[in-house]
C-alpha cells in the first residue's frame, strides 16, 4: 500500500509515504489520507528542454491525483475498508455474537464502489 497525505485547502500533496502510516497526519483534521495500491501511478511526464517525455517519479500534481483517485474504483475501496486489524476484530466478534457486522462493512464498500461494466 501506499498512503498519500494531502492538504485539500491547500490543493497539494504534503507527502508519498510507501509501506507505513504517518499516524500524526492521519489524524489531523487539516490533512486527507488516500491509501492506493503500490501499482497506482503516481509519476508525472514532462517534456525536457529538447521536447522529450521525461518522467518525475511521485511527482502527480493534487488535482491529477485526485481526479485519477476518484475516478479508479479499486483505490476507493482500498480507501475505505476497515484496517486488517479491525476486520480481524469484526469477524471475531461476529462468530462470537451470531452477526454479520464484518460482511456488511465489505458489501457497503463493494457496493458504494462498484466495478466499471467492461
Known amino acids: 500500500m501506499i498512503y498519500i497525505y494531502t492538504h485539500p485547502a ?3 500533496i ?6 507505513n502510516r504517518n499516524l500524526e497526519l492521519a489524524a489531523d483534521s487539516n490533512y486527507k489520507e488516500y491509501i492506493v495500491p503500490d501499482d497506482f501511478n503516481l ?9 522529450k517525455d521525461f518522467t518525475l517519479q511521485y511527482g502527480i500534481l493534487y488535482n491529477d491525483f485526485v481526479a485519477k483517485f476518484n475516478a479508479d474504483y479499486s483505490a476507493n475501496r482500498v480507501s475505505q475498508y476497515p484496517s486488517i486489524q479491525e476486520q480481524l476484530d469484526m469477524q471475531y466478534w461476529d462468530s462470537v455474537n451470531g452477526t454479520s457486522t464484518w460482511k456488511d462493512a465489505i458489501a457497503k464498500v463493494k457496493s458504494d464502489n462498484p466495478k466499471p461494466s467492461s
Not at 504534503?14 to 509501506?19: D, G, Q, R, V
Open 10 to 12: 491547500e490543493e497539494r
Open 43 to 51: 509519476d508525472l511526464i514532462i517534456k525536457d528542454e529538447n521536447g
Open 14 to 19: 504534503l507527502c508519498i509515504h510507501k509501506k
